[in-house]
Structure formats: C-alpha cells, structure tokens
C-alpha cells in the first residue's frame, strides 16, 4: 500500500531530528532544518530497508526540498545561496511557524 | 547515537580540494568490475554496500582508500549472506601469495 | 590524505607489494566465479561498459542542447530520452535530472554521504569529487570549492547545491560561454569540461589560449 504524497511544491517542512541506528540517507546537518518543498520526485523504495536485504516496501515519496543556506549553517552565506536535498516523506514534518525571512 | 563516520557534509577541519587523478590499478578496476556485476546479477544492492561501510570500523574508513573500502564492504556482504566465509578468502589469498612470491 | 597517495601509483606494482584489501580482491574474484556466483564474462562485460562511459557523452549532449533549443527542452523535460536520442544509453540511472545554469543561477552537486555521481553518463567521478574534503565543504562554502576551481561569483548569481543523497542522479547543463554563436556541434562540447557538468566551474571560454 503506497502513501498518499503528504506535501505539495511550495510548502514549508521542517526535517525531523531523528536519531536511530541503521541506514540513514538524511544527512546529520540538514536534520532540524526548515525549507519548503521544491519539488516532487515520486515514490521509490526505502533505502533504510534495502541496506538490510528487504524489499524496500512500501515505497515512500521522495521529495527535493529547499533551504536557505543561512538558515541551514546559522550564518551569514551570500544570501540568495540555496541547499537542496532529496528526502524522504517520513523524515518531513510540516512547520508550524511562519517565517518572514524565508522567501523561496 | 552518534553521527556516522560517512555523513560528514559541512563538517569543519577540511582542507584544499587536491585536484590531481590517478590512473586506475588493476585491482580497483577488478573491484569496480565485481561489485558492479555482483548488482547485475542480483547478488546484492547499492544500499547494502552503503551499510556495510557505514558499519566499518571507523578508523579504517578514514584510512582506506575509496576502492579499498568498497573490497572491504564487498567482503563483509558476500559474508554476511554466507556466499563466502573470511576462512576461504584467507585460504585463496595464501595460495595466491605463494605464487606472487612473498619476500 | 590516502586518495592522494595513488598519484604515484600510475603503474601497477607487483602484487605482492599490494594492500591488504587489494589483494583480496583477487581471491574474492576467484572464488566468486568457482562457486558460479559471477562468470569472468560478467566482469569482462563490466570493464567494457565502464570504458565506454567517459565525461565526452556529456559534453556531446551539452553541445547540442546549447545548439539546439528544441533538444535542449527534451534534455530538460526527459534526460533519459534524449541520451537515447543520442545513441546514449543511460538505462541504469533510476532518476536522471538535468539542472540548468543561467546568468543568474549556478548550481553544484556533491554526494556528502558516499559519492553518489551519474556514471552511466560521466563515467567514474574524479577522485576530488569522492574525497572528504569535497564532501565536507560543498555543502557549507560552496563558492570556496568553486574558487578553487577558478569560478568566482558576485552575490547577486544564486548558488543552488545539490546533495545527491537518494536514486536522482544531477548533471548540470552549464552555460554556454559567450562569442560561440554558429560553432559546430564537435567545437562547442570541446568547451564542456566533465567539472563543469558537476557545477564547481562554468565551461571554458571561447578564447583560445
């Protein structure tokens, strides 16, 4: 049974700070961070279950989401700079908060 | 848990990026070639080999260099799915050094 | 640091000179191919399909997309199909995008986690791209990575840095360098060297030295 896509192009995520052993393709930096979505890449199987000899299912959607760089390192980075990274559905979470600052 | 030894982007300390290449051994072109027919025949996944490496001790991974970390995680997955033992791998490798003459 | 260390090593040693793990690779060969796990043509077919692969398809499709605005949008629109188009086989990528450089936009990819690089397309990555210098610093100083590279941009060009940390595998499609307008095809993808396409530098310039 596949996920329903929880997040569209546009919204603000925030990357769960997660912290538990096994394969994990979210890197440490980005955890905690918040950018919004940029785009949608589709469904692919779970790398963190492949790595053990699964198979990887029930697929989960990947996104590409956005970052300011500084929001990312805390500090000042040429401010129109961006980090993008693919991350998976189950390590996003949408922000609460509204942030004046962060204009994609 | 800690941070793993591979998940190392926008950690401090790095230095110039050295921009010289070196011409592939043989060894690492023999590497490169099993660990991507061991894929096409379905024998083991990308994913897993990420694993094993990221399951290396993590002294070695910062000392090995990039083939011979993939020997290393191509060696601990044939194991691991009992294809090989280290024991067959010793036994091969002594009959090999015999024959490359050992000093 | 170790990578380094290979430079010297343009030849092979005897093999008893070798590392621990480069000898077992070799046994670990034979072994596989006695028990019928891989057969030697299995690895033969390997070496061959890796030769084939060299950062000259890309610049062959960086040409024409710059010569070429119709293919360009199929580059951008179905990478795969347009390699194929090409005589490119880039069957074995899950994902494939292209990222497009403009005046105002630069983008560069890294794989901070392993070292994550379209091989169908490009060939094996340089050995700067998988070393943990690279892999720490793209993410954080990108421009610093780009200056040691010999690209240096104002504020006002937007950084856009790729983590290649899933199945999507990025090849940056760089920005034509000006004064080559009505150029073949065979002299524009002389221009797109294989660094431009990972983003840390534009393509060379139009003047020759």
Known sequence: MNSATQFKPGDRVTVKFQDRPGHLRTPWYIRGKSGWIEQVHGEFRNPESLAFGHDGLPKKTLYLVAFNQSDVWGRTAAPKDKLLVDIYEHWLESSAQEREECEP | MARGHHDIGGLPGAGPIDQSEHTLSDWEILADAVNQALGARGVKRTDEMRRAREEMDSAAYRDMTYYERWIASIEAILIEKKILTKEEIDRKLSQFESKWGEP | ?209
């Open chain 3, 1 to 209: 640091m170790s990578d380094a260390g290979n430079a010297e090593h343009g030849h092979d040693h005897p093999k008893h000179e070798l590392s621990h793990y480069a000898k077992r690779i070799y046994a670990i060969r034979d072994l596989l191919i006695e028990k019928g796990v891989i057969t030697e043509k299995d690895i033969q077919c390997q070496i061959e399909y890796q030769e084939a692969r060299s950062p000259a398809n890309g610049a062959n499709l960086v040409a024409r997309a710059w010569g070429d605005a119709a293919f360009k949008g199929r580059l951008i629109a179905d990478p795969k199909s347009a390699c194929a188009e090409m005589g490119i086989d880039a069957t074995a990528i899950n994902e494939f995008v292209v990222l497009e450089n403009t005046e105002s936009v630069r983008h560069m990819v890294v794989c901070t986690l392993c070292s994550c690089y379209p091989r169908p397309i490009l060939g094996r990555p340089p050995d700067w791209y998988k070393s943990f210098n690279y892999r720490q610093r793209a993410v954080v100083d990108p421009r610093s990575v780009m200056r040691e590279f010999g690209l240096n941009l104002p504020d006002d060009v937007e950084v856009r840095v790729h983590d290649s940390t899933a199945d999507i595998r990025y090849l940056i499609l760089p920005l034509r360098p000006k004064g080559t307008e009505n150029w073949s095809e065979a002299d524009l993808a002389k221009l797109v060297t294989r660094d431009s396409m990972i983003g840390v530098m534009d393509p060379l310039d139009a003047i020759p030295e």
